[in-house]
């Protein structure tokens, strides 16, 4: 199913945006599929489906029902911590947390929901997937000009995920 990107999700590919052309290894295939909202599984090319912000029926999609392997979840709100919309038991990564499996790293950047330090919204977990030499992030609702630290800690951006 592919949906038309609407005005408040954007899908950059910024392929070698700062590094030059991308690793020869890159030439495996990462499956990236929009859900609506801010709901993405990416899927590596050992097969480790992972299911980013899964969103409450309350959001207006239709809920995906997917097998994943881990769920991300940028923050608690209803749309984007709807875990249960992964089939399977994946492992579910909220905040600070890291996952390593068949050549898969996910690791986050703390970040917040608003540009008051999070006194309004709350915090938010930006997401870095590396795979076969592609680094894709997943934003989440961060609300707030990144700090050069953040920056650094996201390292080369070769897929942007931003709602």
Not at 35 to 48: A, E, K, R, Y
């Amino acid at each position: 199913m592919s949906r038309r990107v609407h005005a408040g999700v954007l899908l950059l590919v910024a392929v070698a945006a700062v590094g030059g052309p991308l690793p020869a290894a890159a030439h495996r295939e990462i499956s990236v599929k929009w859900f609506g909202h801010s709901c993405f599984l990416i899927s590596s090319p050992t097969g480790v489906r992972i299911l980013a912000d899964p969103f409450a029926a309350s959001v207006g999609y239709p809920v995906p029902s997917v097998a994943a392997d881990v769920v991300t979840i940028s923050h608690k709100h209803a749309d984007h911590n709807n875990v249960s919309a992964a089939q399977g038991s994946p492992v579910a990564l909220r905040g600070k947390g890291e996952y390593h499996r068949d050549g898969v790293r996910i690791y986050s950047v703390a970040s917040f929901h608003d540009a008051e330090g999070g006194a309004k919204r709350g915090t938010n977990s930006i997401f870095v997937m590396e795979m076969d030499s592609i680094r894709l992030v997943h934003m989440g609702d961060i609300g707030h000009d990144m700090s050069q630290e953040q920056l650094n800690a996201l390292g080369r951006v070769d897929v942007l995920l931003v709602r």
